[in-house]
C-alpha cells in the first residue's frame, strides 16, 4: 500500500478556482462610487468566510463586527456604536492568530478613519447613504472630461466616425490626442471585466479619429457674441480647452504662449513617435476654427518685453491661468552639474522644437520610472545612443509609467536597472559626464498605499558608466509672478477652489499642472472644461454646448466572453531607428468585434436606473 500519492486537483477544487476568479473579476469591475460603508462589510463578511474559526477574535469578534455594521447600514445605530466598533476592531488586531482576523480588523479601523462621516451621515440619516451619484455608469465617471463613451463606442460598430467625434468634442476638443496618448483611466473598472476584460476604449477612439480626420468633422454653431473677452495663459490643452468652450458659448478667448507653437506639453512633452505633429494640429486647427484668438512669443511675467499679469485682469472680462509644469527638478545629488546632464523637460523640449539632441554612439542612463522617463530613454534609443539605461529606485512593477511604456522600452534595446537609487555623478578634469553611481536598494516596508518602499542594500555603490544623465524625477511650476501678483500660491502650486476659481480673487480661474502639479492630458482638458462652464457662470450666462448626434439604440445580442483586440506595433528592430508613429489602429472587422463587446451599461441595469447618460453639462 502506498505511503504517499501525487495530489492533483478534483472537479470541486478547480471550480473553487474558477470561482476566485471570477470573484477577482467583479471586484475589479466594481463601479466608483460605492457607499465605502458597504463594501467595506461585504470585504469583512468575505474575511470572515476565509477564517478557519479556531481562534475567539476570528470566529466571534468579526460576526460582531459585521453584526455593528449591518446597524450602521441599517439606521439602527448610534454615534457609541462607532466607538464600539473601533474597540472590537482593534481588540482582533491585538488577539487574532493569523493575518486574515489582523488584516480584517485592520481593514474596519483603516474606514472608520478614512471615511468617518460616510458612517455618521448613515446613522445621522436613518441609515441613508451620503454617495450621490451622478454618473454610475463606470466609463463615464472615471473619464476625467466625462466624456460619453458608451455613446461613441455605439457609434464606431455602425462605422458612423465623423459623428463619434463629434460626440467626443461634446466633452473634449483633443479627440486625436487623447486616442493616441490617454492613459485610458475609463477602462479601470469596465464591467466588460466580469466576463473577460476591458473594452480597449481608446483604441476605438482612435479608430473614429483615423477614418473621420478631426478637422473635416465641423465644430457646433457658436452662440450669438456676449460681448466678454477672456484671457488665457496658456496655450496648452488645458488652455485650448478653455477657450474652445468659451468660444463656443459667445465669449472672446484669447491665448498667451510664450513658445513659438501652440501644444504645451502635448507638443513639448511627448515625442512624434508616440504623437505625430501632424496629428496634434488636427485638433488645434479645430479649435482655432472656432475664433480663438492666439498671442505666441508673449509671455505673462513682469521682466521686459513681458505682459503683466496685473494688466490682463484689468482689461479682460476674466482670466484662465494653465501654465501647465515646464521646469525641471533636480535629484540633489552630487556632479548634476556635470556636462552632459540633462532634465527631461529639456530634452522633450528640444525634440518639439525640431533641435534634436546629438547622441549618436554615447550611453545614456535616464534616471527615473515614469512615462516621461519611458518617453526620454525610447528618444535617446532613436536619437542614436550606443547604450540606454533606466535607473529607478524601485521595481520594475513599481514604475507609475504604462506597463507597456516600459515593455515597450526594453523590447527596444533599453536596460532597466531596477533597485538603484542615484548617488552621485562622476565627472572627467574638463566636467564632463563619465559615470553615474547608484546606491543599490533592497525592497522593504509596505506604505498606506500599498506600494513597496525601497531601504539601502548593505553592499558597494556601483558604477554605471555613461556620458550622458537624463534626471526624469517630474516636474515644476513656475509661480513666482502670480504669487508677486496676490494669487495664492501654496507647495508650489496654485491654489484653486474645486470649480477652478482662484480664491478671493475676483474673475480669476486656475487649472490642470499648475493646480494639481504634472498630471495627465485628458486631466487639463478635464480643467480646461469647467473653468470654461464656470467662467461662463461667472459672466452671467448659462450657455450649453450643443451636441445633435442621435445614439444608435442598443442590441440584444448575447454577449459571449471574448478576447479583447489590443493595438500592433511596428516591429522593435524596425521603429527604434525613426521617430515614425509605431502604433497601428484596428480594422474595421477588430473595431466592429470590439465594440459589440461593450454591454451599454448606459442602457441596461444601473444605468438605465440613473439616466445612464448626461446629454449636456
Known amino acids: 500500500m502506498s505511503r504517499l500519492k501525487i495530489a492533483t486537483p478534483n472537479k470541486a477544487q478547480l471550480t473553487v478556482e474558477r470561482l476566485y476568479k471570477d470573484l477577482e473579476r467583479r471586484i475589479i469591475a466594481s463601479p466608483p462610487g460605492l457607499c465605502p460603508v458597504d463594501l467595506q462589510l461585504s470585504f469583512l463578511k468575505m474575511c470572515h468566510a476565509q477564517t478557519c474559526g479556531k481562534c475567539v477574535p476570528c470566529r466571534v469578534g468579526l460576526g460582531q463586527l459585521q453584526n455593528l455594521m449591518e446597524d450602521v447600514l441599517a439606521g439602527k445605530a448610534t454615534l457609541k456604536t462607532l466607538d464600539l466598533i473601533r474597540d472590537t476592531a482593534s481588540d482582533i488586531v491585538d488577539s487574532a492568530d493569523c493575518a486574515i482576523g489582523y488584516e480584517a480588523a485592520h481593514m474596519v479601523l483603516a474606514g472608520l478613519e478614512g471615511f468617518r462621516e460616510d458612517y455618521v451621515y448613515h446613522i445621522e440619516h436613518g441609515g441613508k447613504c451620503s454617495c450621490h451619484i451622478t454618473q454610475p455608469v463606470p466609463c463615464v465617471a472615471l473619464c476625467p472630461a466625462g466624456v460619453d463613451i458608451p455613446g461613441y463606442i455605439a457609434l464606431v460598430k455602425e462605422e458612423r466616425y465623423a459623428d463619434a467625434v ?64 477672456v484671457a488665457i495663459i496658456g496655450g496648452g490643452p488645458g488652455g485650448l480647452s478653455a477657450a474652445y468652450y468659451l468660444e463656443l458659448m459667445g465669449h472672446h478667448a484669447v491665448v498667451f504662449e510664450e513658445k513659438s507653437k501652440l501644444g504645451g506639453m502635448l507638443r513639448y512633452g511627448i515625442p512624434n513617435y508616440r504623437f505625430p505633429r501632424e496629428r496634434l494640429q488636427e485638433d488645434i486647427d479645430t479649435i482655432l476654427s472656432t475664433g480663438v484668438e492666439v498671442k505666441l512669443n508673449t509671455r505673462v511675467g513682469n521682466g521686459e518685453g513681458e505682459i503683466s499679469y496685473n494688466k490682463l485682469h484689468e482689461e479682460y472680462d476674466a482670466v484662465y491661468i494653465a501654465i501647465g509644469a515646464h521646469t525641471d527638478k533636480k535629484i540633489g545629488i552630487e556632479g548634476e552639474d556635470a556636462n552632459g546632464v540633462m532634465s527631461a523637460v529639456e530634452m522633450l523640449r528640444r525634440i518639439g522644437d525640431d533641435d534634436m539632441p ?231 472587422q ?26 449636456i453639462w
Open 590 to 615: 477588430e473595431a466592429c468585434q470590439e465594440a459589440g463587446r461593450c454591454l451599454r451599461c448606459d442602457k441596461y441595469g444601473y444605468g438605465s436606473l440613473k439616466g445612464g447618460r448626461a446629454a
Open 166 to 229: 463629434k460626440l467626443i468634442r461634446k466633452d473634449n476638443p483633443f479627440p486625436t490626442a487623447c486616442a493616441l496618448i490617454c492613459e485610458h483611466p475609463c477602462e479601470a473598472r469596465c464591467r466588460r471585466n466580469m466576463i473577460d476584460s476591458a473594452i480597449n476604449i481608446r483604441g476605438l477612439k482612435r479608430m473614429a479619429v483615423d477614418n473621420a480626420r478631426a478637422n473635416t468633422v465641423p465644430v457646433p454653431e457658436k452662440a450669438e457674441s456676449t460681448g466678454k473677452k
Open 358 to 588: 546629438d547622441f549618436k554612439d554615447k550611453t545614456v542612463v535616464v534616471v527615473g520610472g515614469g512615462n516621461v522617463a519611458m518617453d526620454c530613454t525610447r528618444s535617446a534609443i532613436r536619437l542614436g545612443a550606443k547604450k540606454v539605461g533606466i535607473a529607478y529606485r524601485r521595481r520594475q512593477t513599481d514604475m507609475t509609467a504604462l506597463p507597456e511604456e516600459v515593455e515597450g522600452a526594453i523590447a527596444e534595446g533599453a536596460e532597466l536597472y531596477s533597485l538603484k537609487a542615484p548617488h552621485k555623478i562622476e565627472a572627467d578634469e574638463n566636467g564632463n559626464v563619465t559615470a553615474l553611481w547608484v546606491e543599490p536598494q533592497i525592497i522593504g516596508p509596505i506604505d498606506a498605499w500599498g506600494r513597496a518602499r525601497p531601504i539601502q542594500a548593505d553592499v558597494p555603490l556601483l558604477r554605471i558608466p555613461c556620458d550622458i544623465v537624463v534626471v526624469a524625477i517630474g516636474q515644476g511650476i513656475e509661480t513666482r509672478h502670480f504669487e508677486e501678483a496676490g494669487i495664492s500660491v501654496k507647495r508650489g502650486t496654485i491654489t484653486a477652489m474645486s470649480d477652478s476659481e482662484v480664491k478671493d480673487v475676483h474673475g480669476v480661474f486656475a487649472g490642470g499642472d499648475c493646480v494639481t502639479g504634472p498630471a495627465t492630458v485628458i486631466r487639463a482638458i478635464a480643467a480646461g472644461k469647467v473653468a470654461a462652464a464656470n467662467i461662463d457662470e461667472y459672466l452671467g450666462y448659462h450657455h450649453v454646448v450643443p451636441c445633435d448626434v442621435e445614439i444608435p439604440p442598443v442590441s440584444y445580442e448575447d454577449k459571449e466572453p471574448c478576447g479583447r483586440i489590443q493595438l500592433s506595433e511596428k516591429e522593435a528592430g524596425e521603429r527604434k531607428t525613426n521617430f515614425d508613429a509605431f502604433e497601428c489602429g484596428m480594422t474595421k
